[in-house]
Antibody, heavy 122, light 110 residues
Framework: QVQLVESGGGVVQPGRSLRLSCAAS????????MHWVRQAPGKGLEWVAL????????YYTDSVKGRFSISRDNSKNTLYLQMNSLRPEDTAVYYC???????????????WGQGNLVIVSS | QSALTQPASVSGSPGQSITISCTGT?????????VSWYQQHPGKAPKLMIY???NRPSGVSNRFSGSKSGNTASLTISGLQAEDEADYYC??????????FGGGTKLTVL
């Protein structure tokens, strides 16, 4: 069955960096675009970034452009989110999600990871 | 990118129908048929309920349906059940090739 398992979260000081990973199994990872979505404590969902199935196209929400970088290693079935210059407002549970189809249109996250908490605090 | 507008809360009794609205602009909801709806129970990851305005993924009950008119999309839940009590979020593709969520709606089953 499809599984997405995130790792790499934790507590980090403002201005520092952190890399999240999302290990995929149970499907052909290299055929699907992937997203990162976050949710601040007690708040709503916020779409963060999208990467195409082959890694050639990447999109980001405005608040993380220039600071976050999405990437993937299809040989390792793993998605990444490199987060630099972290701010307290980046504190959230970060989810990876699989896009429903190879052509990413909208956000159709049909499978999600369990979520990984990132806390940015001094 | 401004979030889409959803009512903060809606409620209904078991067996009734409720509708949750999601209002955007011509640059997102109104411009594309790429609206999705998610259900989230406390402490759980969201679940895709509707995609591309009105399509249901396999395994989602046909009590859930979606529609769109102009800049407003809607999620309707018929035959309300206790297990439907959750937070619901809409999302849309945008003209800047990004995606945006609504603020979320808390559904209470009375």
């Amino acid at each position: 069955q499809v599984q997405l398992v995130e790792s790499g979260g934790g507590v980090v000081q403002p201005g520092r960096s952190l890399r999240l990973s999302c290990a995929a199994s149970g499907f052909t990872f290299s055929s699907y675009p992937m997203h990162w979505v976050r949710q601040a404590p007690g708040k709503g969902l916020e779409w963060v970034a999208l990467i195409s199935y082959d890694g050639s196209s990447k999109y980001y929400t405005d608040s993380v452009k220039g600071r976050f970088s999405i990437s993937r290693d299809n040989s390792k079935n793993t998605l990444y989110l490199q987060m630099n210059s972290l701010r307290p407002e980046d504190t959230a549970v970060y989810y990876c999600a699989r896009e429903l189809a190879i052509a990413a249109a909208g956000f159709r996250g049909d499978y999600w990871g369990q979520g990984n908490l990132v806390i940015v605090s001094s | 990118q401004s979030a889409l507008t959803q009512p903060a809360s809606v409620s209904g009794s078991p067996g009734q129908s409720i509708t949750i609205s999601c209002t955007g602009t011509s640059s997102d909801v109104g411009g594309f048929n790429y609206v999705s709806w998610y259900q989230q129970h406390p402490g759980k990851a969201p679940k895709l309920m509707i995609y591309d305005v009105s399509n249901r993924p396999s395994g989602v009950s046909n009590r859930f349906s979606g529609s769109k008119s102009g800049n407003t999309a809607s999620l309707t839940i018929s035959g309300l059940q206790a297990e439907d009590e959750a937070d619901y979020y809409c999302s849309s593709y945008t003209s800047s090739s990004n995606r945006v969520f609504g603020g979320g709606t808390k559904l209470t089953v009375l």
